[in-house]
T-cell receptor, first 114, second 112 residues
């Protein structure tokens, strides 16, 4: 079974802090994604990566950056956390290629910025 | 880009009833339509998907239908059970992209 783990289930940070959210997948997937989930807004794509050291902006990249130094690990960075970044953050991974589109999600990190 | 609309946002049914969730999409090039179920405290998990060359697909109590002409697809759950209570997301993507556009989700509540 594919397993996607996220470093924290809950985080509380102060405004202006630098925040790191870590995601690790154990199935050698090329594609990795960071989403933000807010009530009534569904899943919105922040950044994604097709390969090591490669990153592409999603729909809402402002205020976020990412890092993918190893294939299995994809980190989301909030350079200076703000209260409007309080949200649930979901990481996902998938394989490339038609027939492989299934995304495998981690359990999520609920971030509260005070 | 693709836009996916999902309705209703909340659906409340009695155990044993059927539930239907509907989605529309805007990009005629979309050809892959997955449905994800998110239980409380967990990440979304794929429950069924359909490709544009198929009109209907079933897996036990769940089924998905696709109408390419009208650009809409639906999830049907029969004989609902309390464990079906969850948030359901539809999505659409094109074969070359592998990046789905998600609907806003439907919270399904099944009352015992």
């Amino acid at each position: 079974d594919v397993k996607v783990t996220q470093s924290s289930r809950y985080l509380v940070k102060r405004t202006g802090e630098k925040v790191f959210l870590e995601c690790v997948q154990d199935m050698d997937h090329e594609n990795m994604f960071w989403y933000r989930q807010d009530p009534g807004l569904g899943l919105r794509l922040i950044y994604f990566s097709y390969d090591v050291k490669m990153k592409e902006k999603g729909d809402i990249p402002e205020g976020y950056s990412v890092s993918r130094e190893k294939k299995e690990r994809f980190s989301l960075i909030l350079e200076s956390a703000s209260t409007n970044q309080t949200s649930m953050y979901l990481c996902a991974s998938s394989l490339p290629g038609t027939g492989q589109e299934t995304q495998y999600f981690g359990p999520g990190t609920r971030l509260l910025v005070l | 880009g693709e836009n996916v609309e999902q309705h209703p946002s909340t659906l409340s049914v009695q155990e044993g009833d059927s539930a239907v969730i509907k989605c529309t999409y805007s990009d005629s090039a979309s050809n892959y339509f997955p449905w994800y179920k998110q239980e409380l405290g967990k990440g979304p998990q794929l429950i069924i998907d359909i490709r544009s060359n198929v009109g209907e697909k079933k897996d036990q109590r769940i089924a998905v239908t696709l109408n390419k002409t009208a650009k809409h697809f639906s999830l049907h759950i029969t004989e609902t059970q309390p464990e079906d209570s969850a948030v359901y997301f539809c999505a659409a993507s094109t074969g070359g992209s592998y990046i789905p556009t998600f609907g806003r989700g439907t919270s399904l509540i099944v009352h015992p």
